[in-house]
């Protein structure tokens, strides 16, 4: 299976970085979103990132020019059909993923995978969704997709072995490392991660700490690049909501939601792409919200 062409559904944070690492390693992108306005941000945003990286060396101005010519977008879902390959990162809800998919069929080619960039959904009940689960998998960027090295590969239960060994060249092709998770909730990553970060929301929700102190805790006591809130903030607090509600179908109690993790989306906040989740990034500097 030759993978030349790829469409990406959903203009956001995940969708525009993975349009900007495929555009960049010679893929011809369709970026497709409902919201125009959104698809212009994303195109907007691409071309700030590529700018820092063309500023810092990693590539030079003729690549950023090239990669950029690469990528279309499109508010029509079937112009996606005559790709070679679709990533779905949409928003993390089962029912969206699907009628995606389900709109996307009777437009797609006979040779056409189709791949979704879920953190913690089932792949293999994803697959049973559609006429073609043989050629579904999971394709798991992280975020944010043109900094971070690691994809995870997921198969479903009839994933193909030709199916997978595509999808893992082209993750080569971008010059990212790959590791296999088996299709349980979260993964891997998600797995470990954001109970990590439900524990830290239940720190603060008992008075353990306050805000600063548990994240200053996690960075100074552990190295972490980033404290269990801030980097909650920065993956969405809905999203680390979602994939909690996800592990709990475990049915083990330890991956009980926090319950100041739900009032927090209940009360819409979610992080930084609202302006305010456990921190306020309202001002000048981000300062906790409470």
């Not at 190295?223 to 475990?250: Q, R």
Request: hydrophobic fraction near 45%.
């Amino acid at each position: 299976m030759i993978i030349e062409t790829v469409g990406v559904v959903g203009g956001g944070q995940m969708g525009s970085g993975i349009a900007h690492v495929l555009a960049l390693a010679g893929y011809d992108v369709a970026l497709m979103d409902v919201d125009a306005e959104r698809l212009g941000a994303a195109i907007a945003k691409i071309g700030r990132d590529m700018d820092r990286q063309a500023t810092r060396g990693a590539i030079t101005e003729e690549e950023k020019g090239l990669a950029l010519q690469r990528i279309r977008t499109t508010v029509r879902l079937p112009e996606l059909g005559s790709s070679d390959l679709v990533i779905e990162a949409a928003t993390e809800k089962e029912a969206v993923k699907q009628k995606i998919f389900d709109d996307l069929a009777k437009h797609l080619r006979p040779a056409t995978i189709l791949t979704t960039n879920t953190s913690s959904l089932s792949i293999t009940r994803l697959a049973g969704g559609t006429s073609r689960p043989e050629q579904f998998m999971g394709l798991h960027f992280m975020n944010p997709v043109p900094a971070m090295q690691l994809i995870e590969l997921i198969r479903g239960i009839a994933t193909s072995r030709e199916t997978f060994e595509a999808v893992r060249g082209v993750v080569d092709r971008l010059g990212k490392s790959a590791v296999v998770a088996e299709d349980y909730p979260g993964f891997i990553v998600n797995r470990l991660l954001i109970p990590m970060i439900n524990e830290a929301v239940y720190a603060l929700y008992e008075s353990v700490g306050s805000v600063a102190d548990i994240d200053s805790s996690m960075k100074l006591g552990a190295n972490h690049p980033m404290g269990p809130l801030e980097l909650a903030d920065f993956i969405g607090l809905d999203t680390c909501l979602a994939i909690m509600n996800v592990l709990h179908g475990l049915a083990d109690t330890k991956y009980r939601p926090c319950p100041l993790l739900v009032k927090y989306v209940e009360a819409r906040w979610l992080g930084r792409k609202v302006g305010k989740g456990f921190y306020d990034y309202r001002g000048p500097e981000p300062v906790p919200s409470r």
